[in-house]
């Protein structure tokens, strides 16, 4: 039998970690950690014809069965990802209970010692299905250093409040921040109306239930030196949206070929009636990746890194209020922990991405 070296993820970011001795609570769960990498290492469900990375995973609870799952690719390079059929089988074997039950996720890894890296809507479905409280485990198919990573280690919600918010001018830059990122609130009600008219305008929604989830509609500007590209959400009856952040990227990629992101300012009108106007936008983690992606494309051309500021904004709708209501302010690194990204492919890929970038320009 296989043995696995299980170590906690303490802290650290994308590319180095830092691990250390599991919980108590954790050293109890040693069975199940088995149990997942044991069945993901068996599973045969991955079909993956375009990419041929076979993602191998099993899932299982305290009493419950045991899942194999795994990625299914089709259409053209669209996919069923490896943790979507996972909430599937695990699903399908085991009944929703209280809501507090802790879920382990195995996932065969072959580079020992990192921990696992599922995409934004990997996350989104992941924490609206399994909850915050899930455990992912990863660790090569030949036994050794597995690695033990709280789900909440791949979330980020901890928004500040942005300070420079009555001052006019964003002072905190953080040491990477393109200097050139000032988000001006100097002509502040202008930009949000502006926002407000162009994001109704943009967004096709006929499908959503009114009043679910207000935080997740939201409208996004991504500002470059040169342009200002808009997205809202649009949605089609087969619920396979397109977010609005994404639409905005693809804009940005289009005809403009313009990645060279300033800030980017994710705005939502649905604060207020639910939650006082203290609550930001929740901009769905899919979301958080498309922007991830257009940074990195920023940097293979800039060589160099950047990490351009987030500014989350809520805005008031009724007579007579303040048009903004609060602004937080985060980064495209900040709010997507551990990302999952092109990176991953090694440094020749990164060579082929850079080139294919610089001859779209
Ligand atoms: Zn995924």
Not at 151 to 176: H, I, Q, T, V
Request: proline residues 5%.
């Amino acid at each position: 039998m296989l043995k696995w070296d299980f170590k906690s993820v303490k802290g650290g970011s994308f590319g180095k970690v830092t691990l250390g001795e599991l919980s108590p609570e954790q050293v109890k769960s040693i069975g199940i950690y088995d149990c997942v990498l044991t069945a993901a290492m068996n599973s045969d469900v991955a079909n993956p014809k375009f990419s041929k990375y076979f993602c191998k995973e099993g899932v299982s609870r305290w009493g419950a069965p045991v899942s194999k799952a795994g990625n299914i690719e089709y259409g053209f390079c669209q996919a069923l990802h490896g943790e979507e059929s996972v909430v599937g089988a695990f699903r399908a074997s085991c009944d929703r209970n209280s809501g507090h039950e802790t879920i382990v996720l195995g996932i065969i890894d072959e580079e020992s010692g990192m921990p696992a890296a599922p995409c934004g809507n990997c996350r989104d479905i992941m924490l609206d299905d399994l909850g915050a409280n899930l455990e992912i485990i990863s660790g090569p198919s030949k036994g050794g250093l597995a690695v033990v990573t709280g789900f909440k280690d791949f979330l980020f919600d901890s928004f500040k409040d942005w300070a420079g918010f009555n001052e006019g001018a964003d002072k905190r830059y953080s040491p990477g921040a393109d200097k050139g990122a000032i988000f001006h609130f100097f002509n502040q009600v202008m930009q949000v109306t502006d926002m407000v008219k162009l994001g109704r305008r943009l967004e096709n929604d006929p499908y959503s239930p009114k009043g679910l989830s207000p935080g997740r509609k939201y409208y996004a500007l991504i500002a470059t030196g040169k342009n200002k590209f808009y997205g809202a959400h649009h949605l089609m009856c087969d619920y396979h949206p397109v977010y609005a952040v994404e639409r905005a990227v693809i804009k940005a990629l289009d005809e403009q070929k313009d990645p060279f992101i300033k800030y980017a300012i994710i705005l939502t009108e649905n604060d207020s009636e639910d939650s006082g106007g203290f609550k930001p936008p929740h901009v769905m983690y899919r979301d958080r990746q498309h922007l991830y992606e257009l940074n990195l494309y920023q940097e293979l051309i800039l060589k160099k890194e950047v990490d351009p500021p987030v500014y989350l904004v809520t805005c008031n709708n009724r007579p007579g209020q303040k048009v903004l209501g609060r602004v937080w302010r985060t980064s495209v690194k900040e709010w997507l922990p551990f990302p999952f990204s092109a990176r991953h492919f090694g440094a020749e890929f990164i060579e082929f991405l850079t080139k294919h970038q610089e001859e779209r320009q």
